[in-house]
């Protein structure tokens, strides 16, 4: 499957091919995978993203699935790369990870079937939708700040196009240890839904990103933590945690909260019959 990405090669954003260990770009010039300086795949003009749809995801928290989805928005200032760093910033503690498979749009779709959407999809790549969970109370509506902070929505490594997205892996590792364990098959709503029902308000333009949902056991990380997202056929996507330079403004705007809905959403569940809480760092 071919699988395209987009480094910093000489001070330029540059579009390169996958050949074997090596990055091609278009006038032959090389460079180690592991050496470059990888870029978001794509440029999109908005990243939309599904609230829930894995079934195991449904069942962690005890509910039942709308009948249809919902969304929400992802800022484009919160994109972020293979390799790059995940900012909690100073004063949050409930920053969690979200393996995901990510659409990219490759031509304009607008009012199109679910049958038609194949069509106008360039391909996947991996994504992690990072959640900051302080903020929960204030943006549980719009998810604003929870999911659209600097930073929290890295993309890549690649993007593959001719990718089938049936019956597919999705694996989240902390450090090396499996945290996540999915797969499509439980997504109640598949790719071509998703894209077919955005497209009946919302035009699609090439580039453009949607987030498919994720399993269950989404938990909070740390700074230091190293975060992989591997999805089966479009490769693994590892992203370090550090702490913010600067505490979140005091003198603006509602502040961090550690309420029993933040602990809740964090934890996977209602914490309280848990009986656990993870350390503080």
């Keep these: 499957m071919p699988e395209y990405r987009r480094i910093l090669l000489d001070g330029a954003a540059v ?11 278009g006038d032959g010039r090389r460079v180690k995978t592991e050496e470059a300086h990888h ?5 999109p003009s908005k990243v939309i993203a599904v609230h829930l749809n894995h079934q195991s995801r449904v069942d962690e ?11 929400f928005h992802k800022p484009t200032s919160a994109l972020n790369s293979h390799k790059g760093a995940i900012v909690r910033p100073e004063g949050c503690k ?12 490759g031509k304009t779709a607008r009012n199109i079937s679910p ?21 929960r109370d204030t943006d549980a509506g719009s998810m604003l700040r929870v ?4 930073t929290l929505c890295p993309l890549g490594p690649g993007l593959v196009t001719d990718w089938d997205f049936r019956g597919k892996s999705l694996r989240t590792y902390v450090n090396g240890e499996v945290v996540q364990d999915g797969s499509t098959d439980e997504m109640q709503w598949d790719m071509h839904y998703l894209v077919a029902d955005i497209a009946r308000t919302i035009t699609l333009y090439p580039g453009d990103v949607l987030l498919s949902g994720t399993p269950a ?4 990380v740390q700074p230091g933590d190293v975060v992989e997202v591997e999805v089966e056929g479009l490769g693994r996507l590892t992203n370090h945690i550090v702490t913010g330079p600067t505490a979140i403004r005091t003198d603006v705007g509602a502040q961090p909260t550690e309420s029993e809905e933040v602990l809740s959403t964090a934890l996977g569940g209602d914490w309280e019959f848990r009986g656990i809480r993870p350390p503080r760092r």
Excluded at 39 to 43: A, Q, T, Y
Excluded at 147 to 150: E, L, M, Q, R
Aim: aromatic share 12%.
């Design 61 to 71: 928290f005890g509910i039942e699935l709308p009948p249809t989805p919902t969304y």
């Design 94 to 105: 409930w920053l969690n990870y979200e393996g995901e498979v990510a659409i990219v749009i």
């Design 39 to 43: 870029l978001p795949p794509v440029v």
């Design 147 to 150: 999911k659209g902070s600097d």
């Design 115 to 135: 049958a038609e959407a194949g069509e106008y999809i360039a391909g996947y790549t991996v994504a992690n939708d990072y959640g900051l969970h302080d903020f």
């Design 15 to 25: 579009q390169v091919t996958v050949d074997g260990d090596e990055l091609v770009a």
């Design 217 to 220: 056991n989404s938990r909070p």
